[in-house]
């Protein structure tokens, strides 16, 4: 999606694994981001994301940021 010269990303991926055992594997990933020119030579990108791991304490995010 691009807002003015910002180009602004959204995605969300949701796993079930169900193996043959009694275990079954739930976790939704998603991220936000948004890259900006600063120059024609110049850019400015960030993201963040979350993956959350249903019926687990291991969930985990991330923010990243890129001059490049």
Not at 12 to 30: H, Q, Y
Not at 37 to 42: D, E, G, H, I, Y
Not at 54 to 62: A, F, L, V
Request: proline share 1%; no cysteine.
């Amino acid at each position: 999606f691009m807002l003015g010269k910002a180009k602004l990303t959204a995605n969300f991926l949701r796993r079930d694994n169900d193996t043959s055992g009694t275990t079954s594997v739930k976790s939704n990933l998603w991220s936000i981001g948004a890259s900006y020119p600063l120059t024609q030579q110049l850019r400015i990108e960030g993201a963040y994301y979350d993956f959350d791991q249903k019926s687990s304490e291991d969930d985990s995010q991330i923010l990243v940021a890129r001059l490049n």
